[in-house]
Every structure is written in C-alpha cells, then in structure tokens.
C-alpha cells in the first residue's frame, strides 16, 4: 500500500490518498475540502478511487466528501453513527467558518469496532476511538504497518476534547487501549502536522508517554 498526504482547508488538515500497487485502486481519507485539489491529485497518481473514508465528522475532515463521492460515484464510509450529530449540523458549521461549497450527507455505511474496509487487495482495521468526537474512528493497515489515526493522536500531542460531546477520559483510553496495541513500529497520520509512530509516542508525548 502506498500513500500521499495533502493538507487541506485553513486548518492544513491531511487528507491522505491510499492506494494498492497491485490493482491500482485508491481509497481518500478525510477529505475535508479543496475538491479540485484532491481531484487533481487522484488524476496525476492515476489511481482508481474507490472509496471516500472519514475519521469523524469535523468540517475539516469531511467538508468535500460529497462532492468527492459524486465526482467518482463511490461511497462515503465511516465514522462511527455516534458522529451524526456533527454531519447533521455540517452546512450551518461551515457557514460559520466560512468554507464554501460543504454538502450535508449521510455515510453509505457507518463504521464500528472491528470492522474491515477493503480497497484493492488491500485491508484496513476499524477501530472506535470515542473521545475527541464519540464516533471517531482509525483505519490500520497490518500489513504496511500504518494508521490513519484522525484528530486521536499528534506527534507529540492529542486531541482536544473540549469540543461539543468529547470527552478527557475516553480519549486516552482510546489511545492506550485501541491504538498502542497495534505496535510501537506503527507509523501513524495524524490528521494534522508530522507523521511519528506509536513507539515514540509512548516514550515522548507529553500527554500519554507511558512513564506518566
Ligand atoms: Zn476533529
Ligand atoms: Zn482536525
């Protein structure tokens, strides 16, 4: 599997493109605006998408994925059904940070723990990170040992959860618990800045290093 990054929106948020080598199918993760941008970019590579996939309902995460999922005709999976609340006062939100062009949606498939999204011959691990949102989800690949970890986990921060339905606590059992099992030789994309891996986290992060 391989990957590109494309920060989006005034919040740089990284929008990553995966694809599989062997078929040439491509899944986008957060699109959260700039879907001429993210257009062209699936065009350059040359990779065929397939599917849009969302972390959690934050506008700069999920702000282009209708227009996404329109342009190419494929489905918009994920986040977790708890995040509905967000999706259904996304238009209103944008408006309110003034990003043009958002489009309310429901998801052709809520994600849950333990669930699979397949693209190509590859396989992504579902797993339910409930604190910076209640429906916020991770995608792992196993095999090229890499996650897509949304607004969960930065290098060397975490999450805010002082947004509307978040909450402290389950944030950093959501961290230790579903996302530290995975492997400290993960390498991780957070949904903005510098990518890191959850070994180093656990040495460094001032927030969730295991010494603390
Ligand atoms: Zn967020
Ligand atoms: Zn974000």
Known sequence: ????????????????????EE??????????????????????LGVKLVKVL????HLDHVGAATRIAKHYGVPIVGPHKYDLFLLEELEEQCAQFGLEGCLQFTPDRWLDEGDSVVFGNQNLLVRHTPGHTPGH?????ES?????VGDVLFAGGIGRSDFPRGNYADLISSIREKLWPLG??????????????FGD????NPFVADRL
Not at 1 to 20: D, E, G, R, S
Not at 137 to 141: D, H, L, M, N, R
Not at 186 to 194: D, K, L, M, R, T
């Open 1 to 20: 599997m391989k990957y590109q990054i494309i920060p989006v929106t005034p919040f740089q948020q990284n929008c990553t493109l995966l694809w599989c």
């Open 23 to 44: 078929t040439n199918q491509a899944a986008i993760v957060d699109p959260g605006g700039e879907s001429p941008l993210l257009i062209r970019a699936i065009e350059t």
């Open 54 to 57: 969302l972390t959690h309902g």
């Open 137 to 141: 989800v991770i995608f792992f690949s």
């Open 144 to 148: 090229a040992k890499l996650a897509s």
């Open 184 to 197: 400290n030789d993960v390498q991780f994309i957070p949904g903005h800045g510098p990518m890191s891996t």
């Open 201 to 204: 986290e656990r040495q460094t």
